[in-house]
């Protein structure tokens, strides 16, 4: 089985090739380039596995939340390529992917979401795969419920905001956090290989990015009325 991964959440981008086993990846900071360099790191990453486009069995993307326009040309390009090749489509929640490549069992994951705002979900590690404890959120700092317990790891961008403040707010639950952790095409793999496993497959025409919201601004005049 071949899955090749795509994620463009954030200003890095990734490909990986999910095999049975083994997972092949390739990564670079992007900025506002990931449209130009996403196919030719397909086809480099593809070339040096000696897998033709023909061979592969799906498609892969980061679905968010995250970058707008990251998770829109992720999910375009694969669904392209879905079409192209007749192939399904396994969208894959960033924030999972995060959990996934972070070496814990018991995960944070929380993202920078701008206007004062965090995209956050919270997952257990379980017999196949991830729990999740608290469905993909968009919140605020002091809105987020505590979770369960101690021994969590926080992830992701939310844990620099504020000098800090979320893992402040999470006080004894916390056992370890870093801001310096994004999204992986590796980790996307891997997620969609248990899920191509199941036969959870979408067709590619169906695919969709995850909107958690649809404003990424304020007004002038909403700027000007907050505190």
């Known amino acids: 089985m071949y899955l090749l991964a795509l994620e463009t959440s954030s200003e890095f981008c990734s490909?990986?090739?999910?095999?049975?086993?083994?997972?092949l990846s390739r990564e670079m900071e992007a900025g506002q380039r990931h449209s130009a360099v996403l196919l030719?790191?397909?086809d480099a990453l593809l070339a040096d596995a000696g897998v033709a486009r023909r061979q592969l069995d799906g498609i892969a993307f980061g679905a968010g939340p995250g970058s707008f326009t990251g998770v829109r040309i992720a999910c375009s390009v694969a669904q392209g390529l879905g079409l192209g090749l007749g192939l399904p489509l396994y969208p894959v929640v960033?924030?999972?992917?995060?959990?996934?490549m972070s070496g814990h069992d018991r995960v944070i994951a929380a993202l920078d979401a701008r206007l004062e705002e965090i995209y956050?979900?919270?997952?257990?590690?379980?017999?196949?795969?991830?729990?999740?404890?608290?469905?993909?959120?968009?919140?605020?700092?002091?809105?987020?419920p505590a979770p369960p317990g101690g021994g969590?790891?926080?992830?992701?961008?939310?844990?620099?905001?504020k000098d800090g403040a979320?893992?402040?707010?999470?006080?004894?639950?916390?056992a370890w956090s870093t801001a310096a952790v994004h999204a992986e095409a590796e980790g996307v793999a891997r997620?969609?290989?248990l899920l191509a496993r199941r036969g959870a497959g979408v067709d590619a025409a169906l695919a969709r990015p995850l909107y958690l919201r649809d404003k990424v601004?304020?007004?002038?005049?909403e700027r000007s009325a907050r505190p």
């Open 166 to 174: 979320l893992a402040r707010r999470l006080g004894g639950h916390l």
């Open 94 to 100: 960033t924030l999972e992917a995060m959990a996934e």
């Open 15 to 23: 490909v990986a090739l999910a095999m049975e086993e083994d997972c």
């Open 152 to 161: 969590w790891a926080g992830l992701g961008s939310a844990f620099a905001m």
């Open 40 to 42: 030719p790191m397909i």
């Open 217 to 221: 601004a304020l007004t002038i005049a």
């Open 191 to 193: 997620l969609a290989r």
């Open 120 to 144: 956050v979900a919270v997952y257990r590690r379980a017999a196949q795969g991830w729990e999740c404890l608290l469905a993909p959120s968009l919140t605020t700092l002091d809105a987020l």
